[in-house]
């Protein structure tokens, strides 16, 4: 079973918006993890260092948590995900997970800071909506709101 600890080791945010003006009451906010390499440290433990990025649309932020994910496991389990990395193939879940939980934990507190919504999913539609939906009624999409 792999272990794995996140560190980071960076934290950026900037507001665009002037902190006088009103945000747009939509905003599109788009989360994305990278991992960026998994270098293998010894039989039993990788190094996977990772980027994750918040922007909004329209421009108002852009958030940035960069950090290193340790991984430790069976020498079987990181050699083959060693392996798996160098043919391309995504990370295993359970690094994408430790990583997202982390930074956006991190971003969640950065957007608090700079007063711009936090990078969370929408809320799911109250159930007298949800039959709305059903019965072909007014289709709403979930969208940020400030």
């Not at 906010?29 to 918040?54: H, Q, R, W, Y």
């Not at 991984?71 to 997202?100: T, Y």
Request: charged share 20%; proline share 10%; glycine share 6%.
């Amino acid at each position: 079973m792999l272990r794995v600890t996140v560190q980071v080791t960076n934290l950026t945010g900037e507001r665009f918006w002037g902190q006088e003006s009103q945000l747009p009451p939509q905003v599109q906010i788009a989360v994305n993890i990278n991992i960026v390499g998994l270098d293998m440290k010894n039989e039993s433990t990788a190094d996977a260092p990772f980027v994750f990025t918040v922007n909004y649309t329209p421009s108002i932020a852009q958030l940035s948590v960069k950090g290193r994910a340790q991984v430790m496991g069976e020498k079987e389990e990181i050699s083959k995900m060693i392996d798996e990395h160098k043919q391309n193939r995504p990370p295993p879940v359970a690094i994408i997970q430790a990583v997202s939980s982390i930074a956006m934990a991190e971003a969640i507190l950065l957007s608090k800071s700079l007063g711009i919504p936090p990078p969370l999913p929408p809320m799911g539609l109250p159930p007298e909506q949800m039959q709305g939906q059903q019965q072909g009624l007014r289709k709403s999409e979930p969208r940020y709101t400030t």
